[in-house]
């Protein structure tokens, strides 16, 4: 039930790759076993490692609302039948990851965390880890590795992390941003999340916003605004410096020139004009 509705939601990854969430957890095995025929353990993780420049929005979830992170790893934890979670933090956010540790110890007091959770059979922890600083542990396979000690290097796909993720075991990977509005999906219904956005991406999007603007920082807004009237937002170009051109995406995105931010902000409608959502670092540069 909880899987279904995130689909209905229409949520879709924040990280970067923008992948519809409840697909990626109905993804996962039922009850996978090994060859000998033991249950083997489902493994749920967190990738926390904002590397991608100007990106930032993570690392204030975290910071503000460490919370609405952990609740949602708890009710996908429960989804996909996962009792251990794990966020792989990027290693220079020292503050962010103490800040997650405090969260973790609260939530286990008030009992949100542990065993037989709020007296079920279903069972969950959380577990930090530490990046060392490297760019490419933010693509998931090579996250993985890096959480068993590895070098981060990505993988081939076939096979995927849900059939052979973490410690050779059955794994799912979710963005902080993906994990903290999973809460209100619950909470208020599928049909509400999905009106805030398009057709195919639901709900509001954090957006990074750097470099020449009058009002840098990030801001929660819909899918459906525009890059034009996100610019606007945030106060327009600053000290009447001319627009040349905008990154919508992060660094990794194609630039958008002046004349081509009449676009949506959701997956699909940038994706058409030739970039990426990405990881919702919007870059303003002028002349």
């Not at 603007?213 to 600053?238: A, M």
Request: glycine share 14%; aromatic share 8%; with cysteine.
């Amino acid at each position: 039930q909880v899987v279904d509705e995130v689909k209905k939601s229409n949520l879709r990854g924040r990280g970067g790759a923008g992948f519809p969430t409840g697909m990626k957890w109905s993804f996962m095995p039922k009850e996978p076993v090994d060859s000998k025929g033991n249950k083997k353990p489902k493994y749920l993780v967190c990738n926390a490692d904002e590397g991608e420049p100007g990106t930032f929005k993570d690392r204030l979830i975290m910071t503000k609302n460490p919370h609405s992170v952990i609740e949602g790893m708890v009710i996908a934890g429960h989804a996909i039948g996962s009792s251990v979670g794990y966020i792989y933090i990027r290693g220079e956010f020292f503050v962010e990851a103490r800040i997650m540790e405090r969260a973790i110890n609260e939530a286990k007091a008030k009992g949100h965390l542990g065993k037989n959770l709020y007296g079920s059979n279903h069972s969950f922890e959380i577990y930090i880890y530490r990046g060392a600083g490297a760019y490419i542990c933010g693509e998931e396979t090579a996250l993985l590795n890096s959480l068993e000690g590895k070098r981060g290097e990505p993988r081939l796909k076939p096979p995927f992390p849900a059939q052979v993720g973490a410690y050779g075991m059955p794994s799912c990977v979710n963005n902080v941003e993906t994990f903290a509005a999973v809460p209100y999906i619950i909470n208020e219904g599928s049909a509400k999340f999905a009106a805030m956005g398009t057709e195919k991406s639901g709900g509001t999007r954090l957006y990074c916003v750097s470099g020449r603007i009058t009002k840098p920082g990030v801001y929660e807004l819909p899918l459906t605004i525009s890059l034009r009237e996100l610019i606007d937002h945030c106060g327009g170009v600053r000290d009447g410096f001319k627009l040349k051109a905008v990154i919508p995406g992060g660094a990794s995105a194609p630039m958008l020139t002046a004349e081509e931010i009449d676009v949506k902000m959701d997956f699909d409608s940038l994706a058409k004009a030739g970039t990426m959502a990405g990881s919702g670092g919007v870059i303003v540069i002028d002349e």
